[in-house]
């Protein structure tokens, strides 16, 4: 048997980060629970931009800021009686400042999901972190009549699904670009102005189901800090090979059984991985002058309060397949 033990931990010297230029300082706060945060009631064209006729005018810049590990292990175990395997368990973290999303400067610089303003250096969680991961096959080989050899292999990966971060729906602080805030996650119905006392009941029934909610009210969000539920996928495959002599070489002709998903093959309900149905629940509508305070309501679809927050695959890609494989190989 072989042990592998890695650990790998990474710095930012000179990271990129995206900043406008040409933006103008918030002229007012909105409120959620004890903090203020900035707010463009200056969002005019005429007030929101510090240089006229010019609008947005974003940069590269350098930051320090961010750093992460990965750490693995691996066992490998030899053949024994036909059998062979190995199996791994890796971890990752990281945290940077830009996230790095968008075709230009411009368009990183809007889509970056932030608590308080797009021109900060805030830290958020890297979208490929993989707190947990799972590897491992198992395999028996057996070698009969001479020219023949079968064997069979099972296949799982698992892991900790993808990451996701819990945001507004609609531009809260009125800084132009919608559907980037970070939520923040309040724990009592005083904290927020809803349009009907229904919108609050059905948001604190949604919070108390949902695994990242339910853990983090009273704070914000975390960019990509919530993660859709363990994703696992156990395949299938079947060779069987045959040794063909030919002159004074042995060929080999091959046929391959894949089974993808083979858990859903066994039970219709098994190996389905779900996805969440929505990371923004909190519509924002607008802000009360007289409080300071956010004016919100809960997400419907089809004319129905969300109530859970995880769904089984919509598409065939998550359900069960065949694939047939026949090859000829010359030695």
Do not use: C
């Amino acid at each position: 048997m072989t042990l592998t033990i890695e650990g790998v931990y990474s710095s930012d010297i000179n990271s990129v980060r995206f900043e406008n230029i040409n933006l103008a300082p918030a002229a007012s706060t909105y409120k959620v629970d004890n903090y203020e945060l900035p707010y463009w009631s200056n969002s005019t064209t005429a007030t929101k931009y510090i240089t006229q006729p010019y609008t947005d005018v974003v940069i590269m810049r350098n930051t320090k800021k961010g750093q992460g590990y990965s750490l693995s292990a691996s066992l490998d175990l030899p053949r024994i009686a036909g059998f062979s395997g190995m199996i791994a368990y890796s971890r990752s973290w990281s945290e940077e400042v830009s996230g790095k999303s968008g075709s230009d400067p411009f368009s990183a610089w809007q889509y970056r999901q932030i608590t308080r303003e797009l021109n900060s250096e805030e830290l958020g969680l890297s979208y490929n972190n993989t707190p947990h991961r799972v590897v491992g096959t198992l395999s028996y080989t057996i070698d009969y009549a001479k020219y023949f050899a079968s064997s069979i292999s099972f296949i799982y990966n698992g892991y900790l699904g993808d990451a996701y971060s819990y945001i507004y729906s609609g531009d809260a602080n009125k800084d132009g670009t919608s559907s980037h805030e970070l939520m923040y996650i309040p724990k009592s119905a005083d904290e927020f102005l809803w349009n009907s006392p229904e919108d609050a009941t059905a948001y604190f029934a949604f919070a108390a189901q949902d695994p990242y909610l339910k853990k983090h009210a009273g704070e914000f969000a975390l960019r990509n800090g919530a993660y859709n539920p363990w994703n696992s996928r156990l395949d299938m495959r079947f060779m069987q090979n045959i040794s063909l002599k030919t002159g004074e070489q042995t060929n080999s002709l091959q046929f391959t059984v894949d089974v993808i998903n083979l858990m859903n093959l066994l039970n219709s309900s098994w190996g389905l991985n779900q996805s969440y149905v929505t990371n923004s629940p909190l519509i924002i509508s607008g802000r009360d002058d007289a409080t300071g305070m956010m004016e919100v309501s809960m997400r419907k679809i089809g004319g129905e309060y969300v109530t859970k927050s995880f769904q089984d695959p919509s598409t065939v890609a998550g359900t069960w397949g065949i694939q047939l494989g026949l090859r000829y190989l010359f030695n």
